[in-house]
């Protein structure tokens, strides 16, 4: 079982920055696979991006914008977001999963991008 719990959301101005953290409970946090996703009001959930075994992968409209990095001593993964438009406002949620599958969900943390 692994608990995720997010941090760091609020309010800031377009062209600003957020860094988001998730902390992980649970042993072999350095074995899960690790994502960001995000719903809008009226929209699907998507995913930002995800990090893996070293590897990443970002959604087209967050590359070169959001990074992820995780901190395997600290049970902590983090997405920096640079740049931010008003269309990144959204609920964040860190997950966590399979090479396959998420199987744990954070309750979400609230990031609003004013223009």
């Known amino acids: 079982q692994v608990q995720l719990v997010e941090s760091g959301g609020g309010l800031v101005e377009a062209g600003g920055s957020l860094r988001l953290s998730c902390a992980a409970s649970?042993?072999?946090?350095?074995?899960?696979?690790m994502g960001w996703f995000r719903q809008a009001p009226g929209k699907e959930r998507e995913l930002v991006g995800q990090a893996m075994l070293g590897s990443t992968y970002y959604a087209d409209s967050v590359k070169g914008r959001f990074t992820i990095s995780r901190d395997n001593a600290k049970n902590t993964v983090y997405l920096q977001m640079n740049s931010l438009k008003p269309e990144d406002t959204a609920v964040y949620y860190c997950a966590a999963g399979t090479a396959t599958s998420y199987d744990y969900w954070g309750q979400g943390t609230q990031v609003t991008v004013s223009s």
């Open positions: 649970g042993r072999a946090f350095s074995v899960y696979k």
